[in-house]
């Protein structure tokens, strides 16, 4: 709801749990008087500008009529340079017919609509629901003719406030862009935490959390794609505010391309956030009557941590952002064969995968890299979607036919952002690759970039693909993009808009995408960049889920997903079980545990599941079997992260469905502590007076972990590494050491479920539990009455 005071001219976005105030100055700025917990809508609101009343030496005043009025001090929606405020500014434009670069703007206009405005060739959030409202506030230039329409939209239900900006050039000379944020947000306190995901290729997602000082500091990315390094997201949180108590805000932005956070705190102890398109090497010129749109910033505020704030960003993704069809849709259970074969299959191999996979319960089969000809390895056919016919002699429509038959859905891994050398494309096109004029381009993974701000290229790709699909009648596309810009340059634009081209590039992807989203509406597309290179919500909104790392081992895709939570609910990241050893960190995790990381996400499998013992192959259809009975909760359901007391190098989530009745909970061990401590897992956010069941998912070990131990248990000796062990550990589920407590609501809560005590080289009985190193558990917990 937005509630607008005309007297004052005061603007006041409620949702459920926040409020967000601004007004109007007398010198016809826009402030920003509050954002936090909700307030009533009063007359008084005016009373939130705590300003400063006394003259400030060295401050630049406003203008003469007010000496205390200074841009400097006060939290504005809109930073410009020039007049005054000497932070780092959301918006700089330098206006041609002077050269000047000075801005002032000032209130003229607000609208109230129900639906939100439409951002053209953008991403953006789905119109909110009944009841909720946009606000557009128009700002003009107190003496150029360029107008800023600020769009705000208020999810309340989910606790979210959008914001976005169009800068309107009205006058007949070019007005050029230079820097422009999709908001600023000034707030009144310098105490907050910085919290961001870092990375690098097999390492996304890292948490960083660390204190702001005095000064700038900023997140970003230049490489084109929005990128592992720095995702598009930060959180401000008070100092102290944990998963479940404190106050803090988040901010991500629609946008899959170079962006940039900062924030800065200024000596009057105000801290300043702006969110956009990064300004490195942008430029972008308005002729007469052209507009600039700027991607939507989504922004959140929870008092109830970090948890809350992530639960409404997962609500707004899963129900306003992601593609309508796939909205409550359950996700497939996929096998994909790259870490099956690589480059290195044909027919034959693919369809004993594809059968294996159909007998264990897998539903989507998925054929990776190294379809189409003169694909043998990444160093060339890249830009030509031609079947190898040596590999699949029938084409793509035979072993489509052939998989479909089997009962599976059949899934296509494509890269068309980008060419080889090697590629009759190229041969063809060498104009639609990105290469700096006269240059020798630098290549990441042997590849060019194609020029996708060429609407030609756009169209190829459109018809190419599009073929691709038909034939191959997929139910699924796995959108690859495995290379950050370089030598960037278009053949296609005139000099004056080289400065525009990595926007460029994002809006002709995007225009590409609308396109293909409009004719295979039903087709499921995954997103994926060397893994989470570009995973954000401006992918979100045409590709329901991405793969979030090409790690695939189980401990470390903990912290990868544990970070990606922040911002991402789990319906959007693909988790795969794989083989062992870990292809990326030669890392042996047990099965069990592979699995149970991957049901905190889209599960599947990637590995040769014609190679599977027989253990594995029990197991995994166990596994399948369980993923399949509680997917709507595992990939729907609220997920909260949960904090172990002492347990650093233990992580838990939990995942609860919308009645609170049902959730299942996970626990993740990294290495095991000798003689540990004793854990309890905490359950928060069910139902207080609720009596629950607690019952461990049921998992097996493979005997041979414990070596000659093993008979400890057993009735008959079996020679370590003998061969009846080699039988016995393939043949034999050893289950693990069952849990079941039954527990009210707020006794699973605040004392939270006594975890059995840990193996310590003592006994092994019914109360002790062996976790292990990389060891996992699920708890799957019902309420009774
Ligand atoms: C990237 C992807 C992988 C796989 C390969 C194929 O690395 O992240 O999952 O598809 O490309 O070349």
New binding site residues.
């Given amino acids: 709801m937005i509630a607008v005071n005309n007297d004052e001219q005061i603007f006041h976005l409620q949702t459920l749990n926040s409020s967000y105030v601004v007004q109007v100055s007398d010198a016809g700025h826009l402030l920003n008087l509050y954002y936090g917990q909700r307030l009533e809508h009063r007359d008084n609101l005016s009373i939130l500008d705590h300003s400063y009343q006394v003259k400030l030496g060295s401050t630049t005043a406003y203008s003469s009529e007010d000496e205390r009025y200074c841009l400097e001090t006060r939290k504005q929606e809109v930073s410009t340079s020039g007049k005054g405020d000497y932070r780092e500014s959301s918006l700089h434009l330098i206006y041609t017919d002077d050269g000047s670069s000075t801005s002032d703007f000032v209130f003229d206009r607000y609208e109230l609509n129900s639906n939100k405005p439409c951002l053209d060739g953008l991403p953006q959030t789905h119109s909110p629901a009944d009841g909720d409202q946009s606000l557009t506030i128009v700002l003009r230039e107190k003496i150029k003719p360029v107008e800023l329409h600020l769009h705000y939209t208020c999810f309340a239900r989910q606790d979210v406030i959008c914001r976005s900006m169009e800068i309107i050039n009205l006058g007949s000379t070019p007005v050029v862009v230079d820097k422009a944020c999709s908001m600023n947000l000034d707030l009144s306190s310098p105490a907050f935490d910085a919290l961001h995901l870092t990375g690098k290729w097999i390492a996304e997602g890292q948490l960083q959390r660390h204190a702001l000082y005095k000064g700038v500091f900023s997140i970003g990315s230049n490489r084109g794609v929005s990128s592992a390094t720095h995702n598009p997201f930060m959180a401000l949180a008070k100092p102290g505010c944990g998963e479940m108590t404190g106050d803090c805000y988040g901010f991500s932005l629609i946008y899959s391309g170079n962006h940039k956070i900062t924030t800065e705190v200024s000596p009057y102890d105000q801290t300043r956030i702006m969110l956009g398109i990064s300004d490195f090497d942008f430029r972008w010129s308005l002729a007469e009557g052209e507009r600039f749109t700027c991607p939507e910033a989504v922004m959140t505020f929870s008092h109830q941590g970090l948890g809350k704030m992530s639960n409404n960003f997962h609500r707004i993704i899963k129900t306003h952002l992601i593609p309508q069809p796939w909205q409550n849709k359950a996700r497939p259970i996929q096998a994909?064969n790259?870490e099956a074969t690589y480059f290195n299959f044909d027919e034959g191999k693919l369809m004993k995968l594809a059968r294996k996979a159909k007998d264990l319960g897998v539903e989507l089969f998925v054929l990776?890299?190294?379809w189409f000809s003169n694909r043998n390895d990444?160093t060339s056919g890249l830009g030509n979607y031609v079947e190898d016919k040596k590999k699949l002699p029938g084409g793509l429509a035979r072993i489509s036919r052939k998989i479909r038959q089997q009962g599976l859905q059949f899934g296509l891994?494509v890269?068309p952002e980008m060419v080889s050398e090697d590629s009759d494309l190229f041969r063809q096109h060498p104009e639609w690759a990105v290469i700096s004029p006269k240059r020798q381009p630098s290549l990441g993974r042997r590849q060019l970039l194609l020029d996708m701000s060429n609407p030609e290229v756009i169209d190829y790709l459109y018809q190419q693909l599009a073929d691709v699909f038909r034939r191959a009648e997929v139910s699924y596309v796995?959108w690859?993009h495995?290379r950050n810009f370089s030598d960037v340059y278009s053949n296609h634009l005139p000099p004056g808009q080289q400065s525009g081209f990595y926007h460029r590039y994002v809006l002709g992807l995007y225009r590409l995408l609308f396109k293909l989203k409009e004719t295979f509406g039903e087709v499921l597309f995954e997103n994926?960049?060397?893994?989470g290179n570009r995973f954000d919500l401006g992918m979100t909104f045409f590709m329901p889920q991405t793969?979030t790392s090409?790690n695939t081992d189980a401990y470390e895709r903990v912290a990868i997903q544990q970070g990606f939570s922040l911002l991402y609910p789990q319906c959007c990241m693909s988790a795969h079980v794989s083989g062992h050893p870990s292809h990326q960190m030669l890392r042996h995790t047990p099965i069990e545990s592979r699995f149970n990381v991957s049901c905190f996400g889209l599960s599947g499998y990637q590995l040769d599941l014609t190679k599977l013992t027989t253990f594995e192959e029990k197991v995994i259809m166990k596994q399948i079997r369980f993923y399949k009975q509680h997917r709507t909760l595992l990939q729907q359901g609220d997920f909260y992260r949960l904090a172990i007391d002492g347990g650093n190098q233990q992580t838990a989530w939990i995942v609860v469905n919308d009645d609170k009745t049902e959730a299942v909970a996970g626990f993740f061990q990294g290495l095991q502590q000798a003689n540990p401590t004793l854990k309890t897992l905490k359950l928060p956010m069910l139902n207080t007076d609720g009596l629950y069941q607690v019952t461990s998912r049921e998992q097996f070990h493979n005997i041979r972990q414990f070596g000659d131990l093993v008979n400890e248990e057993l009735p008959v000796n079996i020679k370590d590494r003998g061969i009846l062990h080699g039988i016995v550990a393939n043949r034999v589920l050893h289950p693990s050491k069952n849990e079941t407590y039954t527990l009210y609501g707020d006794q699973l809560q605040h004392l939270g479920i006594p975890l059995k005590s840990q193996f310590t080289g003592t006994e092994m009985s019914e109360q002790v539990s062996h976790i292990g190193d990389f060891g996992t558990r699920l708890f799957h917990i019902r309420q009774l009455q």
């Fill in positions: 994909n790259w990776d890299d190294g990444e891994w890269e796995k690859d495995n994926c960049s060397s893994g793969w090409d």
